[in-house]
């Protein structure tokens, strides 16, 4: 009878061990064997003893275990005591029944392994023929793997979920617990139905977003249907998507599951130099433009949509994302000539964009000379954007003019390099009035060709030069209570105009409603006739203000923040030591919106130094009007001193008493009869303000 190998073995080492533990007590009581034999026994006693203290089952299999040690180190002391070999040679008796016991008992090999305790000389049962198993749905005998047959084994113990049956399992390379699997209903000719996500995820241990089930397209060969369905259990494959994912990975789990719905990565691309991340991403045709929810966007990207790191480019169905390190609001971008030379389509840089790009303006459109609109409140960098604008027109070669309701330093500055320059409401309209002629006088000039035409840059020929006249802080004139009525008319009338003989007006203030003073038909002139800028609204103004421009609500713009430096860290240590806040770095004059397009960009426009002084941004020579323009314009009283008091008979009819004069309370003292060009008294009575009619009703009543 064959017994197992660790018993074999376990035998003839009791054989072997026996003679050396008699002999050597005897032949050399000092030899080292009788040393590791006490060692040995001192060692099973204190198995014993951890036995003994245990509180798991099996005391006494452990007991056993340890027993041979502790008999060999018995034998050993009893044959070290006895005189020779002892009576009746007493020594070899006992090696010989310590091996005898071991071989018997067999303590190492048989309890060492606690659920197997074979009954010694058990005969082996007979083998018996099993019955086939019962046919299964799950099993059939198709000739399937290996692995696809344990997949179905363990799909019918799970209950067959949705009464579906494996027709094939596939492993994933690389992922030990990833499978896909081909499923189809279990009666022929019937739709799968029930089976979820949480089903499959129950039957294989794991989560439900580790499950993808996918209809199953009509192949040669093979059915589909509703009968059918793909499932993938990828648990692996997931993990490792959460912890290091592909970009196109990360993509569509972060940005086009939420922030842009349906978009495609395309590519990352790192400009070190400028120090910006681009991601290009898609979506489909069918879908239309992209869809951006910009505040999601920035928390996916780590930063705050009022950090103004952040911006986002739409070209049909692409779109560009642009991550910035720090805010290019927050740079300077100093201004140069070369900037704001026009190109030969009469472009020039204003400034820049979110993006990185120059953002551009025009001395002239295809319609004729350009106007302009610069909207900004207070401190908001409106006179550094006009002397950009009047630096441009002199350098493209036109005559600029400037007229201001209150003098400050730097419109003083610019007014060195304009052909005119003045302060006040009536400075403006004479300067008005002078437009309003000259549009009449250079209908009437004769080109090369002797024809008169539109004016048109890019014709040759042309008698006069282009003519651009700045209006600053223009609402504040056009409620003045003399001269605004006519400086509201006279501005809509070189708006609607001017253009077709050269002539733009750039007006210049802090709003741009028509509550405010503007007609209706005044800020749709100049906002179809050049490109606006406006700078730093205050968050509660900018839809209204866009509006304004015309801007569909879904194109109006967030406000800007109070301040484009990261906040400092540390405030809750501050806030524990009791120490203030730093201050607020207020950077965001200059910064605000150019409106080309349907849709206006987030630009920070160029920065001129009026300390370090300006003539390096403006050409040496100051244009003027022709000769034949100033002698029309002195013909009809119009071209003088603009800064002389009223002259009389220039804003209506002379008053000779006292009770006439308050007859027209809105007539300047001391002025004369009309003249050519003139506008009536009444016409001075036009309310265009809430100022204006409580002017008004006081007037009337007396008071």
Same mark, same amino acid.
Request: aromatic letters at 8%; a negative charge.
């Given at each position: 009878m064959s017994v197992p190998r660790s018993v074999a073995l376990e035998r003839t080492l009791y054989t072997v061990a026996a003679p050396v533990l008699a002999a050597a007590p005897n032949l050399s009581p000092d030899s080292p064997v009788n040393t590791v034999v006490q060692l040995a026994g001192a060692a099973g006693v204190g198995g014993w003893v951890l036995a003994y203290k245990s509180d798991e089952p099996g005391t006494g299999r452990k007991f056993l275990r340890w027993s041979p040690l502790v008999l060999a180190a018995a034998v050993d002391v009893a044959a070290k005591s006895t005189p020779g070999w002892g009576p009746w040679c007493m020594d070899a008796l006992l090696a010989a029944g310590w091996a005898a016991a071991g071989m018997l008992v067999m303590p190492f090999s048989r309890h060492t392994r606690r659920h197997h305790r074979p009954a010694l000389a058990t005969p082996a049962p007979a083998p018996q023929l099993q019955p086939s198993p019962a046919p299964s749905p799950a099993q059939p005998n198709d000739g399937a793997d290996h692995f696809t047959r344990q997949v179905r084994q363990l799909w019918e113990n799970r209950g067959m979920p949705a009464r579906t049956i494996v027709v094939k399992a596939t492993p994933h390379d690389g992922m030990p617990n990833d499978l896909s699997l081909l499923l189809r209903a279990s009666e022929a000719g019937r739709p799968i139905t029930g089976l979820t996500e949480e089903a499959v995820?129950?039957?294989?241990?794991? &989560?439900?977003?580790?499950?993808?089930?996918?209809?199953?397209?009509?192949?040669?060969?093979?059915?589909?249907?509703?009968?059918?369905?793909?499932?993938?259990?990828?648990? &692996?494959?997931?993990?490792?998507?959460?912890?290091?994912?592909?970009?196109?990975?990360?993509?569509?789990?972060?940005?086009?599951?939420?922030?842009?719905?349906?978009?495609?990565?395309?590519?990352?691309?790192?400009?070190?130099?400028?120090?910006?991340?681009? #991601?290009?991403?898609?979506?489909?045709?069918?879908?239309?433009?992209?869809?951006?929810?910009?505040?999601?966007?920035?928390?996916?990207?780590?930063?705050?949509?009022?950090?103004?790191?952040?911006?986002?480019?739409?070209?049909?169905?692409?779109?560009?994302?642009?991550?910035?390190?720090?805010?290019?609001?927050?740079?300077?971008?100093?201004?140069?000539?070369?900037?704001?030379?026009?190109?030969?389509?009469?472009?020039?840089?204003?400034?820049?964009?979110?993006?990185?790009?120059?953002?551009?303006?025009?001395? #002239?459109?295809?319609?004729?000379?350009?106007?302009?609109?610069?909207?900004?409140?207070?401190?908001?960098?409106?006179?550094?954007?006009?002397?950009?604008?009047?630096?441009?027109?002199?350098?493209?070669?036109?005559?600029?003019?400037?007229?201001?309701?209150?003098?400050?330093?730097?419109?003083?500055?610019?007014?060195?390099?304009?052909?005119? #320059?003045?302060?006040?409401?009536?400075?403006?309209?004479?300067?008005?009035?002078?437009?309003?002629?000259?549009?009449?006088?250079?209908?009437?000039?004769?080109?090369?060709?002797?024809?008169?035409?539109?004016?048109?840059?890019?014709?040759?020929?042309?008698?006069?030069?282009?003519?651009?006249?700045?209006?600053?802080?223009?609402?504040?004139?056009?409620?003045?209570?003399? #001269?605004?009525?006519?400086?509201?008319?006279?501005?809509?009338?070189v708006s609607v105009k001017g253009r077709k003989y050269g002539i733009g007006i750039k007006v210049a203030g802090q709003s741009i409603y028509v509550q405010d003073g503007f007609t209706q038909l005044l800020c749709e002139n100049l906002r179809e006739n050049c490109i606006p800028v406006v700078l730093k609204v205050a968050p509660k103004k900018v839809t209204d203000m866009f509006k304004a421009l015309g801007i569909p609500p879904e194109h109006i713009p967030d406000p800007l923040p109070r301040s484009f430096s990261p906040e400092e860290k540390g405030r809750i240590e501050r806030v524990m030591a009791g120490e203030p806040e730093p201050p607020t770095d207020s950077n965001t004059g200059g910064a605000g919106w150019i409106v080309e397009s349907k849709a206006p960009d987030v630009l920070r426009v160029l920065f001129m130094d009026f300390k370090a002084g300006i003539d390096e941004y403006f050409p040496d020579t100051v244009e003027t009007l022709t000769d034949h323009e100033i002698r029309e314009l002195e013909a009809r009283d119009l071209w003088f001193d603009w800064t002389e008091p009223p002259r009389p008979g220039e804003f209506g009819p002379e008053v000779d008493d006292e009770d006439d004069e308050d007859n027209y309370g809105d007539v300047p003292h001391g002025t004369g009869g009309r003249r050519r060009g003139g506008k009536s008294p009444a016409r001075h009575d036009a309310v265009t303000s809430p100022r204006q009619a409580l002017e008004a009703i006081k007037k009337l009543s007396g008071v």
């Open positions: 995820a129950a039957a294989f241990e794991v &989560d439900a977003t580790d499950v993808r089930i996918d209809e199953v397209p009509r192949q040669h060969g093979r059915g589909g249907g509703p009968g059918w369905r793909e499932v993938h259990v990828t648990p &692996d494959a997931n993990e490792r998507r959460r912890k290091a994912p592909t970009a196109d990975e990360w993509w569509a789990d972060r940005i086009a599951a939420g922030p842009v719905p349906g978009s495609e990565f395309v590519k990352e691309v790192r400009d070190k130099e400028r120090k910006v991340t681009h #991601y290009i991403a898609q979506v489909p045709d069918e879908m239309g433009e992209p869809r951006v929810n910009l505040h999601a966007l920035a928390a996916v990207l780590r930063t705050k949509y009022d950090e103004g790191r952040l911006f986002v480019t739409i070209d049909g169905n692409k779109v560009l994302i642009s991550l910035w390190d720090t805010s290019p609001l927050a740079q300077v971008f100093p201004a140069t000539r070369e900037l704001l030379t026009p190109d030969k389509d009469g472009r020039w840089v204003t400034g820049y964009l979110g993006n990185g790009q120059p953002a551009r303006n025009r001395v #002239y459109t295809g319609r004729g000379a350009a106007h302009g609109l610069f909207v900004a409140p207070s401190g908001g960098g409106k006179t550094q954007l006009m002397a950009l604008h009047v630096a441009a027109d002199a350098l493209f070669g036109a005559v600029v003019m400037l007229a201001t309701e209150a003098p400050d330093e730097k419109t003083a500055a610019l007014g060195k390099h304009t052909a005119r #320059y003045g302060v006040g409401a009536l400075y403006m309209i004479r300067l008005l009035r002078a437009l309003d002629a000259l549009m009449e006088i250079r209908g009437e000039m004769p080109w090369e060709d002797g024809q008169v035409h539109d004016w048109d840059p890019s014709l040759p020929g042309c008698p006069y030069r282009m003519l651009s006249a700045y209006l600053d802080e223009f609402l504040s004139a056009a409620r003045n209570g003399d #001269y605004g009525a006519e400086i509201m008319d006279l501005a809509e009338r």
